[in-house]
Nanobody, 115 residues
Framework: QVQLVESGGGLVQTGGSLRLSCAAS????????MGWYRQAPGKQREMVAT???????NYADFAEGRFTISRDNANNTVCLQMNSLKPEDTAVYSC?????????WGQGTQVTVSS
């Protein structure tokens, strides 16, 4: 069982930056593929960025060039650095850990970008 706790969300102005962190407990993260997802009000959850257990990253088109996902297996954390934020980035951002057949989610952290 993996427990994931996100932090780092908040209110930021357009063009600002935030760094989200996802701390895991209950198990080490090294065997898991990790990801950040977001869900805006009235919209479906969408992938933001993923990083495999081997370190390969993948980004949604809207995140490419602005967001960076990273993992620190020694500290059991995954981070999402978000730069050049836009109002349309406003959403609840959640951390995910996958290792078949397991799929774990955190409760999410709110990111609000004001115009």
């Amino acid at each position: 069982q993996v427990q994931l706790v996100e932090s780092g969300g908040g209110l930021v102005q357009t063009g600002g930056s935030l760094r989200l962190s996802c701390a895991a407990s209950g198990s080490i993260l090294r065997p898991y593929n990790m990801g950040w997802y977001r869900q805006a009000p009235g919209k479906q959850r969408e992938m933001v960025a993923t990083i495999t257990r081997g370190g390969t990253t993948n980004y949604a088109d809207f995140a490419e060039g602005r967001f960076t996902i990273s993992r620190d297996n020694a500290n059991n954390t995954v981070c999402l650095q978000m730069n050049s934020l836009k109002p349309e980035d406003t959403a609840v951002y959640s951390c995910n850990a996958q290792r078949q057949p397991f799929d774990y989610w955190g409760q999410g952290t709110q990111v609000t970008v004001s115009s």
